[in-house]
């Protein structure tokens, strides 16, 4: 108390402030300081994917961009819709059984390893993809077909631990290693999945005729009639040229 009865404060000098506590165990009861350094403080949320486009570039091939809210790693894996027992169908993909199970969810996305590594969050990652993944008694992953439908799985991992092990290590007093990356859950996986829908490969082969023939042009003398079948729906043109003129553009 001072003169007067009222209370007075000791304040610490800054110097003594501005000191670091120093290392464990010393520290927590015996600081050299009132500072602590690099305090460590844990990630434990999931990266969130998010969804930008996808398209078809090639009768084989889907192309899909995303982001991450963080730095991290992408895969992305299309889901078969034909029923063939061969590949892992969409409907297939599971969260049950790693082991007794084909089509693991997190096995079967990065099976490809069709991937993106992000560095800087929020902006556009592209991932292309062109085979299917096979069963287990059929481990071959054999090409996407053309104009068929597919669903796209995603996931998703940061790189916390990366960061973690490369940094706080060596600066945090209170560090203790993560186990692994944070990861998405399979509930983030078909959410996204439901989110994009069903997408389909080109068609990038030209028709052809199955049937061509012409009926007996003196049957008439102003008409020209032409019998043709297509091997798919499309639109054919004809014209008829004297033969004794020009080439026609």
């Not at 186990?179 to 509930?187: E, I, K, L, T, Y």
Request: charged content about 20%; aromatic content about 10%; overall charge negative.
């Amino acid at each position: 108390l001072d003169s007067y009865g009222f209370e007075r404060s000791n304040f610490q000098e800054l110097s003594y402030v501005y000191t670091d506590t120093g290392t464990i165990p010393a520290h927590v009861t015996s600081p050299s300081g009132g500072k602590t350094a690099n305090v460590w403080i844990k990630d434990t949320t999931p990266p969130t994917m998010i969804y930008v486009r996808s398209e078809s570039t090639a009768h084989d091939t889907l192309h899909i961009t995303l982001q991450l809210n963080e730095p991290g790693t992408l895969w992305c894996q299309t889901g078969d819709l034909s029923g063939n027992s061969l590949h892992c169908q969409a409907g297939h993909v599971q969260n049950t059984n790693p082991v007794g199970l084909d089509c693991w969810w997190e096995d079967f996305i990065k099976a490809n390893d069709f991937r993106a590594y992000v560095h800087e969050p929020y902006t556009d990652h592209f991932i292309t993809m062109d085979k299917l993944v096979g069963t287990s008694g059929n481990p071959a992953d054999p090409p996407m077909q053309d104009q068929s439908g597919f669903e796209i799985f995603c996931f998703a991992e940061d790189d916390w631990k990366l960061q973690a092990e490369a940094d706080a290590a060596q600066n945090s007093i209170s560090f203790q290693a993560p186990g692994g990356p944070n990861q998405v859950a399979f509930s983030d996986v078909t959410a996204l999945k439901a989110a994009i829908g069903v997408r389909t490969t080109l068609d990038e082969a030209p028709p052809s005729f199955t049937e061509l023939s012409i009926r007996d042009p003196t049957e008439f003398n102003t008409v020209i009639i032409v019998t043709f079948a297509m091997n798919e729906a499309g639109t054919a043109y004809c014209r008829a040229i004297r033969d004794d003129a020009g080439e026609v553009a």
